[in-house]
DNA sequence: TCGCAGGTGGTCG
DNA sequence: CGACCACCTGCG
């Protein structure tokens, strides 16, 4: 399968989609472009910059006027190892390409000032629409836990435990376990993947999701959720699974934008940039309903990556 | 060595 | 309820 090219792609930063730790499959390649796997499908995303001379993003950044053209540098977004069937079907979602990031951005900004700085800092962020169960899974094994262990453990649960998923780069790639696997696993098959006390969490969980009828019941349940609360008092009936958790499962595995994941990065932005106590969380998540609104979670993921930016 | 890392569950008061 | 605190593991 060959290369396709999505033209004319804005508000869309490979670092600031892959690295901001909604995701844990991605890995960054030496060119910059990011090799990993959704939907059982391994790939390779990478931008390629067209005719036209200033740096990406500029317009935009500076509150530029949508719909306008001009002679705005233009980007465009390869996929390697995607077909065009593919693309319309897993990508063009996954990567929610349909979107006007430009336009929540001026919303976030023109509402609040301290959210304008933050944005210029990750200015080409995009929330992922990934698989409900791979979400659950890797937002279990986050907790208490760094980034690059999270993706080992994801890994090794994939490598050990999951079906392949063919090949790319001359690396074999595996989709992490269904829950009908997980439930038949105990905890102590699990040790080689190195979860901890977390093991046990997922297979429960992954019990709890079969005793629900399976994966695709529950999706129905969370389908039926009118408000993000609702689906996160749902999603926290998992072992494992609390508040903010649950916050971004219904964010990242749901699409639930309005959902406002407040974890330690959040709660010390949130405490810094606008003075609310750190233990504070309903003042905190009262703050996001009033300001952010329905943009809750990409606001959290641009404070997210501003407070990074600033502590690295 | 010991603290810490994108929290949660269990136990108290 | 809200405030603690232990907890697998690997790294600095």
Not at 14 to 24: A, E, N, T, V, Y
Not at 97 to 119: C, H, N, P, Q, W
Not at 205 to 210: D, E, N, S
Request: charged residues 25%.
């Amino acid at each position: 399968m060959g290369k396709y090219i999505y033209e004319g792609v804005k508000d869309f930063n490979l670092d600031h989609i892959f690295d901001c730790g909604q995701c844990f499959r991605w890995t960054r390649q030496e060119d910059g472009s990011y090799t990993g796997i959704a939907m059982g499908k391994p790939v390779n995303v990478s931008l390629k910059e067209s005719a036209g001379g200033d740096p990406a993003g500029e317009a935009d950044r500076a509150g530029g006027r949508p719909g306008q053209d001009g002679d705005r540098p233009r980007l465009d977004l390869v996929i390697d190892n995607c077909s065009k069937e593919d693309f319309e079907t897993i990508w063009k979602g996954y990567l929610d390409l349909d979107r006007d990031y430009g336009k929540i951005k001026e919303t976030l900004a023109a509402s609040d000032e301290v959210m304008a700085k933050a944005i210029s800092g990750g200015e080409g962020i995009r929330i992922l629409r990934q698989e409900l169960w791979e979400t659950i899974v890797s937002f279990i094994i986050s907790q208490n836990n760094n980034i690059p262990r999270i993706k080992g453990c994801i890994e090794n649960l994939a490598r050990l435990f999951g079906e392949p998923a063919g090949e790319y780069g001359g690396v074999q790639f595996y989709n992490v376990p269904s829950p009908e696997v997980m439930a038949g696993l105990t905890a102590e098959d699990l040790a080689p993947v190195r979860l901890g006390y977390r093991a046990p969490y997922l297979v429960e969980t992954a019990r709890q999701v079969m005793e629900r009828g399976g994966m695709d019941a529950v999706a129905a349940e969370l389908a039926a959720a009118r408000t993000p609360e609702e689906a996160c008092e749902y999603l926290r009936g998992f072992q494992g699974v609390g508040p903010k958790v649950a916050s971004c499962i219904a964010l990242f595995g749901l699409g639930r934008l309005e959902a406002f994941p407040i974890d330690v990065w959040v709660r010390r932005v949130m405490n810094r940039l606008y003075g609310i106590d750190e233990k504070d969380i309903k003042g905190m998540n009262a703050y996001a309903a009033e300001h952010f609104g329905a943009n809750g979670g990409i606001a959290q993921q641009y404070l997210f990556y501003y407070i990074r930016g600033l502590d690295e």
